[in-house]
């Protein structure tokens, strides 16, 4: 039983919900028709001008002259009247003309109904006073009677006279019978049929009944017609007054309004119907644009009876649209005070904020000055302590050549004395023995030089690649590729690079030079130009000699 009622509960807030959401798609699908309006005009105009390329054609017979000037006047029915009107004129003449009784009692038929839909129901009436209706044909006789029965349910609605609106109403209803008569001899699914009776349903106040067939009418006519836009506005204001439920009303409405707009109906009362219910329910910006679509509907079809309607509510949606827009305008003035206000705020802030970020700027920029020289003392720190690093790896090294030279020194020097001493033993003992001429002969020999000086360069040489193991290398980097001085594995100096190797330990003075290595200084020098010569760079050569490591 709970679940029940809350199944009731749950339909009964869900439906309106969903009613609102399906109106808001059709309000959406309403005002995408209304922008495509010129879009459908155009086609309409289309299918008009190729009509009258027809009609132009010189062979046309007055028969079929006839036949495509009723088809243009099917187009511009509700489309013109001004044009409607002419080309049934025009066709009314062709068929006096023709002396065809047919043709004239249909035209004269289309003229009165035409000037019962634009509000002329007495030139209608008087019209169809001319007509005979013994001789109609079926079609002829039924469009007879309706226009007859539309003229005084209009007027029997409009007149203030009791008596002649009693009058209006008795003949409305004898018409009424006249037309049901021959509307029997229709099949009761033919949709003149349906049509007919459901007026009558709404003549004997039976609503609901009405409502079944126009249910019936409405899934037989087709959207995009003028029918259907009749169907849907018979069941709009059917449906409000069943259950007084403008929602629906206003569904139907629009779904009339849109067949309008799809079939290019200018004589419409949808639109403007609906601008009024939106208008009471204070939808204004929405009702004047309604409004104001219907207005040029009317304007363009040119019926008095429409704009009569519609100027009885337009001026109270426009003033209503204005008082908004003026109200709309004055609270816009009150906002843009406020936001010119807030703007001026804003302006002190920024400047505040402004000055604050220009004090921030010119720290930033001390700072980055402060950071540039501290950068910069960190550099010359670096290169400071760079220097003192290599002044200390040059003393370092300086002081490894000095241990190397003075072991090397005292070594020599020792075998030296030892040598002197055997030399001595050796003398005394060719003078105690009288060996005069051995003596001799012994001063006289070079060999002992020779081998002495050949020792001497064995010792410079291990000594100083000791120390400068690279030297060769970096010599021949200095030197043109095919001037390289090559020497041999296990080999030591040669004459080129001894003289080079004082020079890098300082010794730059060929005679100094000369005497070590016992060369004469023209000697020393031409090896010195020799290499030169060959040098990548002959000016800053020996410079670069000497930074060799």
Same mark, same amino acid.
């Given at each position: ?37 010129? +879009? ?49 004129? $025009? ?25 019962? +839909? ?76 349906? $049509? ?21 009418? =409405? ?8 029918? #259907? ?38 004589? %419409? ?104 020289? =501290? ?17 200390? $790896? ?52 070079? %060999? ?8 001497? #360069? +064995? ?16 010599? %021949? ?45 023209? +000697? ?8 030169? %010569? ?16």
């Amino acid at each position: 039983m709970h679940k029940i009622f809350l199944y009731i509960l749950l339909f009964i807030i869900a439906t309106p919900l969903y009613s609102q959401t399906e109106l808001d798609s059709l309000i959406v699908r309403l005002e995408k028709e209304m922008a495509k309006r010129d +879009t459908y005009d155009q086609a309409k105009e289309s299918r008009i001008a190729n009509l009258k390329t027809l009609l132009s054609d010189a062979d046309i017979t007055p028969e079929n002259h006839y036949f495509v000037t009723n088809k243009l006047i099917t187009e511009y029915e509700y489309y013109s009247f001004d044009s409607t009107l002419h080309y049934i004129e $025009e066709n009314l003449v062709l068929a006096k003309n023709l002396g065809n009784d047919y043709f004239i009692k249909e035209s004269t038929l289309r003229l009165a109904k035409l000037l019962a +839909t634009s509000g002329r129901y007495d030139e209608s009436i008087n019209l169809l006073h001319e007509i005979n209706p013994s001789n109609l044909s079926q079609d002829l006789i039924i469009e007879y009677y309706i226009i007859y029965k539309r003229c005084y349910y209009e007027l029997r609605t409009i007149s203030r006279v009791n008596s002649i609106s009693a009058k209006y109403d008795q003949l409305y209803f004898a018409y009424k019978d006249s037309l049901d008569a021959q509307i029997s001899k229709l099949g009761e699914n033919s949709k003149m049929y349906l $049509e007919v009776t459901e007026q009558n349903y709404r003549d004997a106040f039976d609503t609901r009944k009405a409502l079944e067939i126009n249910a019936k009418r =409405l899934a037989l006519a087709k959207m995009g017609t003028r029918e #259907y836009a009749m169907v849907a506005f018979n069941r709009s204001y059917m449906s409000s007054e069943v259950d007084g439920n403008r929602l629906n009303q206003k569904k139907f409405l629009i779904l009339s309004a849109v067949s309008d707009i799809q079939s290019s109906v200018k004589d %419409n009362a949808s639109m403007a119907n609906l601008a009024v219910i939106l208008f009471e329910e204070g939808d204004v910006e929405r009702a004047h644009k309604y409004i104001g679509f219907s207005f040029e509907d009317a304007k363009f079809y040119n019926s008095k009876l429409r704009f009569l309607d519609i100027s009885n509510v337009l001026p109270v949606i426009s003033k209503s649209y204005e008082i908004e827009n003026l109200k709309q305008s004055n609270k816009l003035k009150k906002q843009l005070m406020f936001i010119s206000f807030l703007s001026i705020i804003l302006m002190i802030a920024l400047f505040f904020i402004f000055k604050q970020y220009k004090k921030i700027k010119m720290g930033r920029e001390h700072l980055k000055t402060a950071n540039l020289q =501290l950068k910069d003392l960190n550099e010359k720190l670096n290169f400071s302590n760079n220097d003192l690093k290599r002044l200390y $790896e040059e003393l370092s090294a300086v002081d490894t050549i000095k241990e190397q030279y003075i072991g090397t020194f005292l070594n020599l020097y020792s075998e030296y004395i030892d040598k002197l001493d055997v030399y001595r033993k050796t003398v005394r003992k060719y003078i105690v023995t009288n060996k005069t001429n051995d003596l001799l002969e012994l001063i006289k020999s070079k %060999n002992v030089v020779d081998e002495e000086l050949k020792i001497f #360069y +064995t010792n410079f040489d291990k000594s100083f690649l000791h120390i400068y193991p690279n030297f060769v290398e970096e010599l %021949n980097a200095l030197l043109i590729e095919d001037k390289k001085i090559i020497v041999k594995e296990r080999e030591g100096l040669n004459t080129e690079l001894r003289i080079f190797a004082l020079i890098r330990l300082g010794i730059t003075n060929s005679s100094k030079i000369s005497k070590i290595l016992r060369y004469s200084v023209n +000697t020393i020098y031409n090896y010195r130009v020799k290499v030169k %010569n060959s040098a990548l760079n002959r000016d800053d050569f020996e410079n670069l000699i000497k930074k060799i490591s």
